[in-house]
């Protein structure tokens, strides 16, 4: 049945690839401007390994478009890299980090915690930390990308003026989702950044060696304390829960891959690489909507990524990072904001089309069975109100705090506020009726003993 599967994603892949190569390509550049900025701070701050980063990275890249057939991410744990950016964390304190998050991951997945999680949550307060993390992801483009650049600085390669011409290249061809939008702009940029650096800091030839780190008390108490923990409710939410989600939700003709899997994958990427200083990653939902925004359809997509970037860190490995220092930013904020817009628009589907409002028709055939098909269950205007408010409380959380976590706190209050009158009026009427039912019983039971008395009291 597994290898049924495979095969079946297998082909998939191969003939997405035949059919549109550009756009898979494109598609497999369309999270880079969430991976290079967290990456090249990381590695200027000795905080990873940059070359065994790019190994294994891409090599779990290959192994996801193996394994779940669609364009999910191998991308950055972004709470544990801003913190270790922050704090200029040594390579043992971030890998401790990610070691933390993935432990406890792992546990939810083989417990079952995970699928527990998948149908406890409400599908309002999933939305809502979707969208909270693509209007992040804007958010953040225009903060950390866009807002310190000028029209002419700081230089003649990086500046407003590039982010204005990609963001009309953005518009004009957003009719057209086979324009392999991000791969052009990746060449651009790629072109830009080797002008820029000039000749003697170009990459050179430098075969990887892996080196194994070992994590002292200190530096394990210190990566699990101050970010580990905090990376947990956004890995389980945005990067687990979320991903299942839209991955059903963007491409409906391949088979979603479960919570658990997805999990497991998380854990088992960072208790493995992280033994050899790799950057804590995980899948996330924004760097699938990237993906997908520009033109990635299949697991061909990160495979051809994955490919290129063990490469890198085969051949070039910590040379790097003097050109990745000199990216534009003004490519990558714009590449960021596309990418969060897509994602945020997943939230129109809450009051039609999502998940938990389809339901199992009980209408039958001419020959009397069931026919099984699913209908779309209609709303009424007080529970469409209440689904966009329980949304947006998510939202409104995850923004002014900054943490999934607050954000899903949030949602669910706001879940538990609507659901608390219906159910405490329920709770009261099925009360009442008890209440009733017993009193009934003592009549019946009192008419019944006067019943009794009668014909003896005539025998005498």
């Keep these: 049945m597994a290898f049924t599967h495979l095969r079946r994603l297998h082909l998939n892949n191969v003939n997405t690839l035949r059919t549109s190569p550009l756009a898979e390509i494109s598609g497999a550049l369309g999270d880079l401007g969430t991976l290079l900025p967290l990456m090249i701070a990381l590695a200027i701050n000795n905080s990873i390994s940059l070359s065994t980063t790019l190994v294994f990275s891409g090599l779990w890249n290959i192994l996801t478009g193996i394994a779940f057939g669609i364009p999910l991410p191998v991308q950055p744990m972004k709470a544990i890299a801003a913190i270790a950016i922050s704090r200029k964390f040594s390579i043992e304190e971030t890998i401790s980090a990610g070691f933390t998050t993935s432990g406890i991951v792992f546990i939810f997945s083989i417990t079952g915690l995970l699928r527990w999680f998948t149908h ?8 809502g930390i979707q969208v909270g993390a693509g209007l992040s992801l804007v958010l953040s483009a225009g903060s950390t990308l ?186 990558l904020g714009v590449m960021v904001l596309a990418a969060g817009l897509e994602l945020a628009k997943v939230g129109e589907s809450l009051n039609y089309g999502a998940r938990d409002l389809w339901e199992v028709s009980e209408s039958t055939n001419e020959g009397g069975s069931a026919t099984g098909l699913k209908m779309q269950r209609d709303l009424s205007d007080e529970e469409r109100k209440q689904r966009w408010m329980v949304m947006f409380m998510t939202v409104g959380g995850l923004l002014a705090f900054r943490n999934d976590g607050v954000g899903f706190v949030a949602g669910i209050l706001c879940h538990l506020a609507y659901r608390w009158p219906s159910r405490s009026s329920l709770i009261w009427e099925g009360l009442m009726t008890k209440l009733k039912d017993n009193r009934n019983r003592r009549w019946r039971r009192s008419a019944a003993a006067g019943e009794e008395e009668q014909p003896l009291s005539s025998t005498a």
Aim: proline share 8%.
């Design 120 to 127: 406890a949550i409400p599908t309002p307060v999933v939305k």
């Design 146 to 331: 866009l807002q310190p650049l000028g029209w002419t600085t700081p230089n003649a390669g990086d500046n407003l003026l590039w982010a204005l011409f990609a963001f009309l290249l953005l518009l004009v061809t957003q009719n057209f989702p086979r324009f392999p939008y991000a791969l052009l702009i990746f060449l651009l940029g790629l072109g830009i950044s080797i002008s820029i650096a000039g000749s003697h800091n170009l990459p050179s030839f430098a075969l990887w060696h892996p080196h194994t780190f070992l994590p002292s008390w200190p530096a394990l108490r210190t990566g699990a304390l101050d970010a580990g923990l905090g990376q947990i409710p956004l890995t389980t939410l945005n990067s687990i829960i979320a991903v299942s989600y839209l991955s059903s939700d963007l491409l409906p003709h391949i088979p979603a891959p479960g919570v658990t899997s997805i999990g497991i994958s998380v854990a088992l990427m960072n208790l493995i690489g992280g033994w050899f200083g790799a950057m804590p990653v995980c899948h996330g939902s924004g760097g699938l909507a990237a993906q997908y925004r520009f033109g990635a359809r299949s697991g061909a997509s990160i495979i051809i990524l994955g490919i290129f970037k063990m490469l890198l860190g085969l051949l070039f490995g910590e040379t790097l990072v003097e050109l990745l220092r000199v990216y534009p930013k003004a490519l």
